[in-house]
């Protein structure tokens, strides 16, 4: 019996040894395989941005380190079109020089081991320093962001240094981070200022320290060019009243629901309240749900707006590839066609290649590019100031929202969470989203 | 008594490593302008800490708090406009001081009167008074008086008046607190409510005075988040956690009774130093989020070690109580 027992035990052993030995090897492959899909080697360099095949170049002109010209086919990929870009010709220079810079060459393996820290070195010895501080960074527009700032930073010889710093929501950290890289006495900031107005008084701060602050992404902060040097974007009203003009054309008359990001950013209220205003009386905004941008409750909020208006006619959010997870499998649960009037801020791969795999006619998505290249601009606004130049304070790109079934988002071989106007080299984007 | 220094000496102790750590690697660090913003930062949750010791003391909590300071600074963005000017500004920052003793009142009377645990109460108090910020400012708008935050912000070399200011408040607390009849019975109570109402305390009006304290002491924490963001922001608050953290770090038992307001004061300067110091760094700020939650169970075991200790060997030394033997005890 205790013989039994013993060799009982022994053969357990021996299982628990062969278990242990087969988790290690799993873990060393998956590490293996991690490893080699986030591993900065042989990525080479190439141009810091999409420049296309033709060569044709937009703008001329030059001034304060600056080419005021842009490859036609990066403004094409960025913008939709070449001809949208800011009409003045100050913001246009800026627009086209941040956008131009696309042509240069940057080291891709430099560039991911930027993304993957919060801090790094270009090894150029440059004794610049420029930090994208934001109040919230973990979704995947924001990281995208984060990789465009770096490609963009790393075009200037005389930046040494990249810092990147997110306060993951939460207004005090992002007023803290603001104050840590002023003290720091960075050269230049450029933000998402996703608290608004809250962020004027370290606005303040930074520019009284000399040190230029730029937003993108129309994060809209009072006082541009008087409290900070400028903000890069797209008229976040005028989206809004363009996703009305959709809607009026679209729908005869019912419900529709907005969803946005935090509750009281500027941008979501921005484009809401204006697309409201515009919208014809029998159009009815029956939820406006924020989302905090965090996909996980999407599908919540979708199922949630569903349940109570199962003949929803149209939906406006920001960000469309959570609307090809969380609200298709809203619409799945729900037992409810998933067609529509659905308005984009962004144009992420994912939702262009569902609408495609689903060819209902009666799905109608129409969206407006993500703007991550804006924040380029935005930290080429910086450079510039730091050269002497007067920065205009608005740079604005017009709209003109695309229609899926005309042009498509889904792009073969791109990443599906990935937006399909950003400017970040294929080769690195397969990287980031392997 | 020398087991109520343990928490101090803690907290000076890692404010004094962490801070010449940070000095050795960054320069910048004890720089004035750094300084200054660190004391300034750390404003809000020093006077909220002030408050959560005073709830934690009768043995509750206040979650509410964090709302509450937002509240306050949407008040102020109606009530102290830049259009108002010298003595009008003071009913302006009356209101202010309002909101914290309504909301203060309303806590004390969920949990004295409807008898609801302070936990209970005061998230339902947060969720009202969230709302009502988001519907009077659905984003930050409405500038606040620049010279009512210029005043708040006025300091001597990098030093705050409001710095000074509370750590007097703080001392003179912690001296009411051990060497004043008021201050025992304030433990009296947080320790066992029962049994100090049949000693003669009045139990009821401690707590409630206690909830109310720390209400207008969170009102005033929003003074200086008002400072910090000059505008009307509905979404600023998020002290509540931190502020219960700083209590605990600096001494306070979860149990009630027991609590130290220069302990929390302490521990309230170190959580805003750990915010500070990680971007210095380069460091993500879930490492903050992290060490806050590492020091808190580590304090708990640390402070909470010698009544473990002696509690242990007492159940080795004896069998366990019966369980009626207990209930008697605890009713008689």
């Given amino acids: ?434 | 008594m020398r087991r109520g220094w343990l928490p101090l000496a803690l907290m000076t102790g890692l404010i004094v490593a962490l801070g010449a750590y940070t000095q050795a690697h960054h320069s910048e660090f004890l720089g004035k302008l750094n300084l200054n913003g660190l004391l300034l930062e750390a404003m809000p949750l020093l006077i909220v800490s002030l408050g959560q010791v005073c709830a934690l003391l009768v043995g509750g909590f206040d979650v509410s708090v964090a709302a509450l300071m937002t509240i306050c600074v949407v008040t102020a963005s109606f009530t102290l406009t830049p259009t108002i000017s010298g003595i009008a500004l003071i009913p302006g920052a009356l209101a202010l001081v309002g909101v914290g003793l309504a909301t203060g009142a309303f806590n004390a009377f969920l949990i004295r009167v409807l008898k609801l645990p302070s936990i209970v109460a005061t998230l339902g108090t947060l969720s009202v008074l969230e709302g009502a910020s988001l519907a009077l400012r659905a984003y930050p708008t409405g500038p606040i008086n620049t010279d009512v935050t210029n005043v708040l912000d006025s300091s001597v070399s990098f030093v705050p008046y409001a710095f000074i200011g509370v750590v007097v408040l703080a001392l003179a607390a912690d001296f009411w607190l051990y060497r004043t009849r008021g201050g025992l019975a304030l433990r009296a109570v947080g320790l066992d409510a029962t049994s100090s109402r049949r000693l003669g305390m009045s139990a009821g009006r401690i707590i409630f005075l206690a909830f109310v304290a720390c209400s207008v002491l969170a009102s005033i924490a929003g003074f200086y988040l008002a400072a910090e963001v000059q505008v009307g922001s509905p979404i600023i608050g998020n002290q509540a956690l931190e502020s219960i953290a700083a209590a605990v770090l600096g001494g306070a038992s979860l149990a009630g009774g027991k609590g130290s307001f220069v302990g929390a004061l302490l521990a309230a300067f170190f959580l805003t130093e750990i915010d500070n110091v990680l971007p210095l760094f380069q460091q993500p700020t879930e490492y903050a989020d992290m060490t806050i939650g590492i020091l808190i169970l580590l304090a708990l075991v640390l402070y909470q070690a010698p009544e473990l200790i002696t509690r242990i060997r007492n159940a080795r030394r004896r069998p366990a109580p019966l369980p009626a033997t207990t209930g008697e005890a605890r009713t008689g």
């Fill in chain 1, 1 to 434: 019996m205790h013989g039994g027992n013993e060799s009982h035990m022994r053969r357990r052993r021996g299982r628990y040894v062969a278990l242990v030995v087969l988790i290690a090897s799993a873990l060393a492959a998956v590490a293996v395989a991690q490893g080699a899909a986030w591993g900065t080697a042989g990525l080479g360099s190439g141009p810091s941005g999409f420049v296309g095949n033709s060569g044709k170049l937009v703008g001329k002109g030059h001034g304060f380190g600056e080419t005021y010209k842009a490859p036609a086919a990066t403004l094409s990929h960025a913008l939709f079109s070449a001809k949208l870009i800011p009409a003045a010709k100050q913001p246009r220079n800026v627009a086209l020089a941040g956008l131009g810079r696309s042509t240069k060459k940057v080291n891709y393996g430099l560039a991911l081991k930027c993304w993957k820290n919060n801090v790094c070195k270009t090894g150029t010895g440059g004794k610049l320093t420029v930090a994208y501080v934001e109040g919230f960074g973990e979704n995947v527009f924001r990281q995208m962001s984060k990789m465009e700032f770096i490609l963009q930073a790393l075009t200037y010889p005389q930046v040494g240094k990249i810092i990147y710093m997110s306060a993951h929501s939460d207004l005090n950290q992002a007023i803290a981070d603001f104050k840590s890289v002023i003290a720091q006495k960075v050269s230049a900031i450029v933000t998402y200022p996703d608290f608004g107005d809250a962020m004027i008084p370290v606005f303040q701060q930074a520019k009284k320290a000399g040190i230029p602050v730029s937003t993108y992404a129309w994060g809209y902060v009072t006082g541009p060019g008087k409290n900070y040097t400028t903000v890069v974007g797209e008229d976040t009203c005028k989206l809004g009243k363009a996703f009305a003009k959709v809607d009026n054309k679209l729908i005869s008359s019912g419900d529709v629901a907005f969803m946005g990001g935090f509750p009281g950013n500027p941008l979501s209220s921005s484009w809401q309240k204006c697309e409201q205003n515009a919208l014809k009386p029998s159009i009815h905004v029956v939820a406006n749900d924020p989302t905090n941008w965090d996909p996980s409750k999407v599908q919540g909020i979708v199922a949630g707006i569903l349940t109570k208006y199962p003949n929803l006619k149209g939906l406006s959010y920001e960000d469309s590839a959570f609307m090809a997870q969380g609200g298709y499998a809203a619409y799945k649960a729900a037992g409810i066609k998933y067609q529509g009037v659905f308005t984009y801020r962004t144009d992420e791969a994912a939702l262009g290649c569902l609408a495609k795999k689903l060819k209902n006619p009666k799905l109608k998505i129409y969206y407006y590019t993500s703007g991550n290249p804006q924040i380029r601009v935005a930290l080429t606004a910086d450079m510039m100031q730091l050269k002497g130049a007067k920065i205009p304070p608005t740079i604005v790109f017009p709209i003109k929202l695309q229609q899926q079934s005309k042009r498509s988002m889904c792009i073969k071989g791109y990443p599906q969470q990935a937006s399909a106007s950003s400017l970040i080299p294929l080769k690195l984007l397969h990287r980031m989203y392997p």
